[in-house]
């Protein structure tokens, strides 16, 4: 569990094929994780595979390499990271869970004196979830969702959002790495599953 609050950004400096799975090499100087781990990249949850000074590895698998922009990456390259919540820590966005539901397509970017927006358009299945002034997480990122128009939403980027994450600096037609928030999709399936229950 996450709370869509970046800890920092890590540089790609490898990535390499291994048998079923990609090892994503990352520079992080953080000398309490262990092995085992969870921290989520770029949103997505991972376990923390080996280690190195000043290296963590991870194991990337195809479903995950499918389902996000991961296998996107490439050395060089900056992910949001952000280690998994402890009992007792302030939670200051929202719960996170690490699952990515889906790509949402940035269409656009508007910045001028008085804000920065991203538009982005989430799969139909995923638009469901979306609702004014809710919460979602791009890329890692926990966000509100600003304005919505059907399967489109923007969301409204604070200066310090724009200072220590990537978001602002993705290009047109990026897939950030959607997940919705874990108390929309709960009371839309409630209701899907009553809805479905009452046509029977």
């Given at each position: ?60 698998v ?18 949001h ?15 996170v ?40 997480c ?54 899907e599953?009553r ?6």
């Amino acid at each position: 569990m996450f709370t869509g609050i970046i800890e920092k950004a890590a540089r790609v400096i490898g990535v390499s094929a291994g048998p079923k799975f990609v090892r994503l090499v990352l520079a992080a100087d953080w000398p309490d994780v262990r092995l085992g781990e969870s921290v989520a990249v770029n949103g997505v949850c991972l376990t923390v595979a080996e280690m190195a000074p000043g290296e963590l590895m991870f194991d990337v698998v195809q479903e995950t390499l499918r389902r996000t922009n991961l296998g996107l990456l490439k050395a060089g390259d900056e992910v949001h990271v952000e280690r998994s919540l402890r009992a007792g820590d302030r939670i200051d966005g929202h719960f996170v869970q690490g699952h990515v539901d889906g790509p949402a397509t940035l269409l656009e970017q508007v910045s001028d004196e008085r804000e920065w927006r991203l538009k982005c358009k989430a799969a139909p299945d995923l638009a469901k979830f979306l609702a004014p002034k809710g919460s979602v997480c791009l890329d890692g990122v926990s966000l509100t969702v600003a304005s919505l128009h059907g399967d489109e939403f923007e969301v409204a980027l604070i200066p310090t959002t724009v200072a220590i994450t990537h978001l602002a600096r993705r290009p047109i037609g990026w897939p950030f790495n959607f997940e919705a928030d874990i108390i929309s999709k709960t009371v839309v399936a409630h209701l899907e599953r009553r809805q479905r229950r009452a046509e029977d």
